[in-house]
């Protein structure tokens, strides 16, 4: 399956699963030197293979539609780790509602509740909150990706980086899934897994494809 195909399949597949709402929401890929990204103001659920945006590492349009305005989001994540070939990013309502809490340890604004949070996510980093599409936001995002793979923008959504879009996706539903423990039990005491067990979790998960992506440079 090409890049361009499965970013149309994941994208109805996050739209079906109702992971994001309206015209939110974003993907891209990367392809060889260039990340395929979708466009600006396109739901989800009507993305095609074949009118894709095409952005260079530093996120400058290349070719297609224009893309969306936080292409700048998934060029950051995947100049910094290169075992990473896509990044998914939505607006899913228990993360973001997440995102919204006062209080947040920025280094660990979620506990790892269970199993598979410890597998597919490990560690999570809060960023500060900047308006949708600013670009501003470049330095924090690589700062904070270079450490997780797994980020929550401040008041907004969930970014997820993965050896493949299947990878970032399975890693971000998981991530939804605790948020919606944790709000479920707030309040409750809970008993998250240890450090040690969520490091053991993580060097024991198959990896879902080989890191084949190399770090873009701008």
Do not use: W
């Amino acid at each position: 399956m090409t890049a361009a195909a499965a970013i149309e399949r994941v994208a109805h597949d996050i739209h079906r699963r109702g992971l994001t709402h309206g015209r939110t929401g974003n993907l891209a890929v990367r392809d060889g030197d260039r990340v395929l990204v979708t466009p600006t103001g396109v739901s989800l659920g009507e993305v095609r293979a074949d009118a894709l945006s095409v952005v260079d590492a530093s996120g400058r349009h290349l070719a297609g539609p224009r893309p969306t305005k936080e292409a700048f989001l998934h060029v950051a994540m995947l100049r910094v780790r290169p075992e990473a070939n896509a990044v998914v990013h939505t607006h899913s309502v228990h993360s973001a509602a997440l995102s919204c809490l006062d209080g947040l340890d920025p280094e660990r604004p979620l506990p790892p509740l269970t199993a598979y949070y410890g597998m597919r996510v490990g560690s999570l980093r809060l960023l500060p909150y900047a308006a949708p599409g600013d670009p501003a936001a470049t330095a924090a995002v690589e700062d904070a990706a270079r450490a997780s793979h797994a980020l929550l923008l401040r008041n907004h959504g969930p970014v997820v980086a993965g050896a493949d879009l299947d990878a970032a996706l399975d890693a971000l539903e998981e991530l939804e899934h605790t948020a919606q423990l944790f709000l479920l039990t707030r309040g409750l005491p809970t008993a998250p897994l240890s450090d040690a067990q969520v490091a053991a979790l993580r060097s024991a998960a198959p990896r879902s494809a080989a890191p084949t992506g190399k770090a873009l440079t701008p």
